[in-house]
Each structure stands twice: as C-alpha cells, then as structure tokens.
C-alpha cells in the first residue's frame, strides 16, 4: 500500500543579532577554569571531549554514546542499548516508534511520545505542545547522544522529569563519505549514503539512508526515509555558524496488541487471524491501522566566543504533517513550529555563570475521523481543532567554586507556557496557561581526576500535550456515535532528590545515580478494553518515582595467552514507581519494567571482535494500574551474538544475531487503570533474527 502526504512549510525565519559581553576581569584564582574557549576545527560543533568536559560539571546523572562506535545502527535501541537510566521498549521492533522512557516521563505516552525534551545540535525537536514523534529521529548521522537525566537537563525548555536528550550531527569535517549496507531477518534493508568535504574555514555534508522492514508480526511493514544536511562556517573574530535542513519520511503499519494466550500461541498474529468475536470485531486487516509523518525542518545557530565566555543562538522551524489512525479514529495533523533559542556561560573569578531564553510557538490544526471497520477508510469528521501552543522558557545558573575540589552548583528556570484548543464545529475552546520556576541546588565533589561524586534537589514540571488535552471516544459497533472533547489538565509536578557519582579505575569507567521523585498530578493516560487510548487525567493523590541507575564499562585483564583483550559493558536500571494514595494506593504504577539489565561482552583480536550480548527483564511487570496479576508482562532473557572484521581503516563488515532462543516475549503492552486476561493487550517483540552489514568510509 502506497501513501504519500506533501508537508507545506509555512513560518517565517527569525533573524537576530547579539553582542558579546564585555571580557572577564584580568585577577583570576586558578579553581580548574571552564574551558569553554577552545580553538574548534570544527565551526559551530561541539566535539565528543567538550561534551565530555561538560557533563562533568553537571551534579546528577547523565550520559554519553558514541553510535559510530556500534556495529549496527539500524534502531535507536542500536545506538542507546548500553545507557544506564534509558529504558526503550521496542514498538515493533523495525523503523517504527519505540518507548522512550527516563525515570518514567511520558512512561504512558506511546504511540504518542512526551516527557523529555530531544535537542538536535543545541536546538529543540519537540513540537511546542511537548510532543515528538520519535521513529523520524535517525541515529546513524549522530557524531554523539548526550543525556542529561532529570533537571540535570541544561536547555531553558527542559524542565520535565525525564530532562533532555540531544543528537549531535557529522560534520564534514569528520568524513569525506559512507556507504553503509543493511540487510536481515523479516525483510529488513537499510542504506545510507554519504558525503562530506571540508575547506579553509567551512564544511559541509549531506546524507541520505533509507529503510524498508517487512515486519515480524503480520500487518506491521514500515519504511523511512531521511536526508540530512548541514553546512558550518567559520566568520573570524571568535564567530562560527552552522545551518541545517533535513526531510524526514516515516510510515509503518501498526499490528496492534492481542491477549497474553494469543501471543503465547502465535506470537507473530494480529486481530483478525482467527475467527472469534474479539478477532472479527478488531480485524486489523481491515481497519488498516497504520502512521504516515513526514517533517521538514530547517535551522541555523550562531556561536560567538571570547576569553572566558561563549554565548549561542539559534532558531529553528519545522512543519510536520501525520496522519496517525489507530483501529478505531483517524488523527490527522498537520503542525508548523518555530522556535529560537539564546544561551551564554562563562567563567569570572571564583564563579562560573550561565543565562538562556529559549521561545518556541506550534500552529496546529487537528482532525479526527471514525475508522471504517470494514475497510480502514475514514467516516464522517467528528472533530476539528484549531491548536496552539507557546512556551517562553529563561534560565540563570550559577556555580560557586567554594574549593579546589567542591563546587556548588545553582540554577532556577521561569517558564510561561500555553495551550490553546478551538474547535471549528462548535466554537467551544479551552485555553489554559500556567507559569512556574524550576529550580535546581547540586553539589560536585572531585577528590581525584579519575572520581567524582555529587547531589542535587530539583524541582520538575510538565505541561500537558494536546494529545492529553483532546480527546476521542467512538464506539466500536457504532463508529457513527464518535465524540471528541478537551479536557482540563493541569501541570504534572515534582521534586527530586539524587546522589551518585562516576569515575574510571584503570581502563574501566562506572557510574551510580540513586533518586527518589515525588510527584504531584501525575499525567496518567489509559486506554480502552481494546487497547485504544481513551484519554489521561492527573492523578488525584501523591505518586512516588525512585530508582537506581548503574553502568558499568572497560576491558577485563586477561593473559597474554589468549593474543587479545575482553571488552565489556553493563547497564542496570532499577525503577520503583508507585502511588502514595488514592484508588491505587501502594500499587505499582504501570508502564516501566522494575529491572532492566543489558550487557555485552567482546572478545576483540586484532580486526576482529566477537562476543555474546543479553538484554534481561528478570522480573514480571504489571500492565494496569491495579496491579491484576493474569496480566503482567512476563520476564524475559534475550540473548544475541555479534561478530565484525575491519579489513582496513575505510572497510568493516558485521553480522549480527537477536533472540536466538527465539524466546516469545511482550516488547510493550497497552496501559490500562484495571485490566484482564480476556482483553487484548501485549505487542510482541520479534523472534529469532540474523542481519549483516557493511560500513564503507572513504
């Protein structure tokens, strides 16, 4: 089945111009200044060494991945699978849209993505409203991902729970080209083609890959297709620039949940296979549900530098049209953002200081038609909304070097945020707006080189997304009778409390982040006896986020016997999330597995590397809120097995083998208040698989 949406791009472009502040005072106390202005190859990027200096001032959890490194990089899971503190759960388990959950923000927003703010090269990617679609993101163009878990998040706009997470782009500095080749199990193939050069004081690159998956389960094929660009220059005087455009083409069929028996039975079926009333009711072949987004986005950042400061600016604009049709509703909608985005940090005697502002505005119009159970086809309209969303986000931090080990750290975000609901039927609308301060204390302590360990207290906010605010019910039997309402949400809230620390011991590197969340009216979305998303409420009584966050990575020692080394990682993640009170009062909330273990262990000799990986849920987790024991999702091991050979610096091949025990599992699930046995509910991952490919850089 072919389809196609033409995105228009509707936004003006901003234009702005900034002056440096005057040059720092000339009596310094040497306390390991900021070094913040460095000498870069590389016009406005930001090396994988600068972000490492600067998440080493940052008192809380963060982390860094270089997915260059990895043998495959077909998924995002590919690139991030290692992270301690990042859970994703696979949707389908090809070019679709996976569960991105840290320390459970927007843990219940799938298919429809919230709770952490992503960044690409500095500049936000989210719609105004807090929502992303997150299958459009494309790890492969990545030089570095950067998280910064929690309020440990440093962008003025990141002030959720989960905090942010940002993709740094290739320049054309880092390669003249590439050619990669994938190929695998269920029908997958993957390109990418690229090519780069750079002159003087400029550079530019432009990559284009491509992604066709036939799907392991029935009714669940996917494509993507995604072309990047950017082009840096370096202007002289301490100024660089960089712009980038990019177009961003997703598509996949969406197989839907089916009961705990029928995934034990026939892991690969869908609703429909069989001839029962729940089958012929929800017969996804002819529902047809499926998402087609398409994203053009175009941006430009500026930064200057002087002696002991740099100051940023950027904006950017997008437009996004998708069409997203669950078995029951179509929701049509077509989104234009802007946004812009200034921030300055610099070092003055015994104080380091930071300021931002960061505006961003989404134009949205949104239909909603009934599903047609006979052929997927849309029915009457039964919603039309005019949606507008506004946030106005400032920043100021300041870090106090009280002594040459011990530096405070101090910060406090002022947020105005609105959403606008019309509706072009009936004329009701809903308007809400709130405005509220983040603030943030830490300490960092680093008696060596190689340690250092801290605390912080932060506080958190989230407003809702208009995929919370409207809502739509249709009746299976009598789509005819479909309603769509807005609903009054308020502000999700919460104060956390952290310690941890991270260091290297010889060749290996550790990290350990202990936290304790209170949350007030949490965002709780559930959805139907169906599996469909009905609608989400804030939560009435006090709920509860705390959890461990370790990882663990280097070479093992081995003998001289063995001619080559033992290279390993390990990621564990411990979430414990409950209610305080109410209807569910000491229950598990639902949506994040309490443990989640990922490991590798590689045998590296000369070109050659090979080793076994596990990906481990060893406990069972509950789908409701409820906490209803028949249906939990069952704990699993996976384990795979990747081998590579690098025949030279420009050449290296690989393949790759998943859930080799061809183990069934759930990958999500559909989160409900109460649910049963009877009721469709599990995604399942995807069986046995080989894949192998080809990295080619010249």
Do not use: C
């Not at 443990?595 to 849920?617: F, H």
Request: aromatic residues 10%; hydrophobic residues 35%.
């Amino acid at each position: 089945m072919s389809r196609s949406i033409h995105p228009r791009l509707s936004f003006p472009l901003l234009v702005v111009g900034l002056l440096p502040l005057s040059a720092v005072a000339e009596d310094r106390v040497e306390l390991e200044p900021m070094q913040i202005s460095e000498q870069r190859q590389v016009p406005a990027s930001l090396s994988v060494e600068a972000e490492r200096e600067r998440l080493a001032r940052v008192p809380g959890g963060t982390n860094l991945a270089e997915p260059q490194r990895e043998t495959r990089l077909a998924t995002l899971r590919d690139a991030l699978d290692y992270q301690p503190g990042l859970i994703i759960q696979d949707f389908f388990g090809g070019t679709d849209q996976p569960r991105l959950n840290i320390r459970g923000s927007g843990v219940q927003s799938n298919p429809v993505n919230r709770g952490v703010l992503l960044l690409q090269d500095g500049l936000p990617l989210n719609e105004a409203d807090g929502s992303f679609v997150i299958g459009l993101l494309e790890p492969r163009n990545a030089a570095w991902i950067s998280a910064r878990r929690g309020a440990n998040a440093g962008s003025p706009g990141a002030t959720t729970l989960g905090g942010e997470l940002e993709f740094n782009s290739l320049t054309g500095s880092d390669e003249a080209g590439r050619l990669r080749l994938e190929s695998g199990s269920f029908g997958r193939h993957g390109l990418q083609a690229a090519a780069g050069l750079a002159e003087g004081g400029h550079d530019a690159r432009v990559s284009v890959s491509h992604d066709e998956y036939d799907g392991y389960r029935h009714h669940s094929a996917s494509h993507r297709t995604v072309a990047q660009s950017n082009f840096g220059l370096d202007l002289g005087n301490g100024v660089q620039n960089r712009s980038y455009l990019s177009w961003s083409d997703l598509t996949f069929e969406i197989p839907n949940v089916i009961t705990k028996s029928r995934l034990e039975d026939d892991p690969r079926s869908v609703l429909g296979d069989g001839n029962t009333p729940q089958d012929r009711l929800l017969n996804i072949y002819r529902r047809d549900p499926h998402r087609d987004t398409q994203q053009l986005r175009l941006a430009n950042r500026t930064l200057w530098s002087g002696e002991g400061w740099q100051q940023s600016f950027g904006v950017y604009g997008q437009n996004t049209v998708d069409d997203f049709t669950d078995p029951l509703s179509h929701t049509l909608t077509d989104s234009d953002t802007m946004g812009a985005q200034w921030q300055l940090a610099g070092e003055q005697r015994l104080f380091g200081y930071r300021l931002g502002a960061s505006w961003s505005y989404s134009d949205m119009r949104r239909e909603l038609y009934a599903n047609s159970p006979q052929n997927g086809q849309r029915l009457q309209r039964f919603g039309d909304f005019d949606l507008a969303a506004r946030n106005l986000d400032l920043l100021a931090g300041l870090d106090w070097h009280l002594a040459e080990q011990w530096t405070l750290v101090t910060e406090v975000k002022w947020s105005d945020v609105s959403r606008d609901a019309r509706s072009r039927d009936s004329g009701n609308k809903l308007d809400q707006g709130w405005n509220y301060s983040t603030p943030k204390i830490g300490l960092n302590w680093t008696p060596s080189e190689n340690q250092r360990w801290y605390a912080n207290i932060s506080r958190s906010h989230e407003a809702p997304t208009f995929w919370e605010i409207v809502t739509a019910e249709v009746p299976p039997t009598a789509p005819a009778l479909a309603t769509a309402q807005l609903v009054d949400l308020d502000v999700q809230r919460a104060t956390t409390y952290e310690i941890g620390g991270q260091g290297r011991i010889g060749p290996n590197q550790w990290s350990l982040s202990l936290y304790r969340s209170d949350v007030e009216d949490e965002l709780i979305s559930t959805s139907d006896s169906l599996g469909v998303k009905v609608g989400t409420y804030n939560y009435g009584s006090g709920t509860r986020h705390q959890g461990v966050e370790a990882g663990l990575n280097g070479v093992l020692p081995t003998s001289s016997s063995i001619g080559g080394d033992l290279a390993y990682r390990l990621a564990w993640t411990f979430s414990d999330f409950r209610f305080r009170g109410g209807e569910f009062e000491g229950n598990q909330i639902a949506g994040v597995p309490r443990q989640l273990w990922a490991a590798e262990l590689l045998y590296r000799r000369g070109p050659w590397s090979i080793g076994p990986n596990l990906r481990w849920l060893p406990q069972d987790t509950p789908t409701d809120h409820a906490n209803t024991r028949d249906n939990y999702q069952d704990s699993y091991a996976l384990w795979g097995l990747k081998a590579s050979y690098k025949a030279n610096e420009e050449l290296s091949v690989y393949l790759q083998g998943d859930n080799l025990a061809d183990e069934v599992y759930a990958s999500s699930y559909a989160i409900r208040n109460r649910a049963d046995a009877s009721q469709p509910t599990f995604l399942s991952g995807n069986g046995r698989s080989l894949s192998v490919g080809m990295d080619y850089r010249f």
